[in-house]
């Protein structure tokens, strides 16, 4: 995909160079790739609004091959979401009726194992109160990353553990009558 840069401010050469890698390409992960592409340039480039959401529904339905087109789908969905409070985008992904904030979700850390440096995404599909909070596997608090009212939408944050021995921790998710726990694992 090292030829596609030159095209990143033209959204029409942008498309037709990955529609040809979609069509030609024998690798999963590159077609899968191409077509991520795709939606990112549909977004950013053209803020073709109905396009990206088309190919994100269509992207649902393909089996990742691997964790990190899967962490990409989500970043999509998130592109989408994160819109929805207004403008063009996300009133076209209202009026589709697609919605990736049906339901609260705690998406697993990226990169999982980590060095010191991890990423934790979560959504709220109402607004409320919202903790996220880091303990050791003994259950000891080793941090709060939230701990304040959010309105609906989705969410990163970033938690540095460079301070934390190496181990596994659990994060823990509360929103409503919503919680959801999760293990991460820091390697030094």
């Known amino acids: 995909l090292a030829d596609f ?6 959204y029409v050469k942008a498309a037709e160079y990955l529609d040809k890698i979609i ?5 999963n992960y590159n077609i899968i790739s191409a077509k991520f592409n795709k939606i990112f340039c549909a977004i950013n480039i053209a803020k073709d609004t109905a396009s990206a959401i088309e190919m994100i529904e269509e992207l649902k339905t393909e089996e990742m091959p691997d964790r990190e087109l899967g962490y990409r789908l989500q970043i999509a969905e998130s592109m989408v979401s994160g819109f929805s409070g207004g403008g063009a ?4 992904a209202k009026r589709s009726g697609i919605s990736t904030l049906k339901e609260y979700l705690l ?8 060095n010191s440096l991890t990423q934790i995404r ?3 599909p109402k607004d409320g109160l919202v903790t996220l909070e880091v303990f050791d596997i003994l259950g000891k608090e080793v941090a709060t990353l939230v701990n304040e009212t959010k309105p609906a939408g989705s969410y990163s944050v970033n938690f540095d ?3 934390l021995p190496t181990g596994v921790y659990i994060y823990e998710l509360k929103a409503g009558d919503f919680s959801s726990v999760k293990k991460m694992t820091v390697v030094k």
């Open 5 to 10: 840069a030159m095209y990143e401010w033209d």
């Open 23 to 27: 069509r030609d390409s024998s690798s």
């Open 89 to 92: 985008f996300g009133k076209a």
């Open 107 to 114: 998406s697993q850390n990226y990169p999982n194992p980590f």
């Open 122 to 124: 979560y959504q709220l």
């Open 161 to 163: 553990a460079s301070r």
